[in-house]
């Protein structure tokens, strides 16, 4: 009567488990950076309809158009974002993401302004870049859009 395994039989295992690693971590690597290309994409359209929204819906001073602003208005992830003085840049760990500082998101003026910056070469970045090709500008005129 057999006790244990055989040398053969515990390397046969690792080897098709090695193949199996090789195959699926690629894979799951894609999948992480497509669902965080995703999931910015979705906030940067819920920024979008949200401020429209709420200016059409209320009076809002430009004085406190900001990041906190954009933050509240759209419901955003503080663990994907962080506010700036002037709108929102995408964080990681509590600070602005370097590596994926691409989506430029500003109030100036009277406006609210969308931007995705081309030279940062990040892959999340690049698909952005073929999706928002030309800069969103929204206007807002005496605190709501113009029409």
Do not use: H
Request: overall charge neutral.
């Amino acid at each position: 009567m057999r006790n244990a395994f055989s040398m053969i039989e515990l390397v046969f295992v690792i080897v098709i488990i090695g193949i199996i690693a090789a195959i699926a971590i690629p894979k799951l690597s894609v999948t992480r950076a497509d669902a965080q290309y995703v999931a910015v994409q979705s906030d940067i359209q819920t920024i979008l309809s949200s401020i429209q929204a709420k200016s059409l819906t209320e009076d809002i001073d430009s004085s406190t158009l900001n990041g906190d602003f954009i933050m509240e208005t759209a419901g955003l992830n503080p663990t994907r974002w962080i506010p700036t003085a002037n709108g929102v840049r995408l964080a990681k760990d509590g600070a602005v993401d370097n590596k994926n500082n691409c989506v430029l998101i500003d109030f100036s003026s009277n406006t609210l302004d969308v931007k995705i910056d081309k030279t940062i070469t990040s892959p999340l970045c690049q698909k952005l870049a073929q999706i928002y090709t030309k800069p969103i500008t929204i206007s807002f005129g005496n605190g709501s859009i113009k029409l």
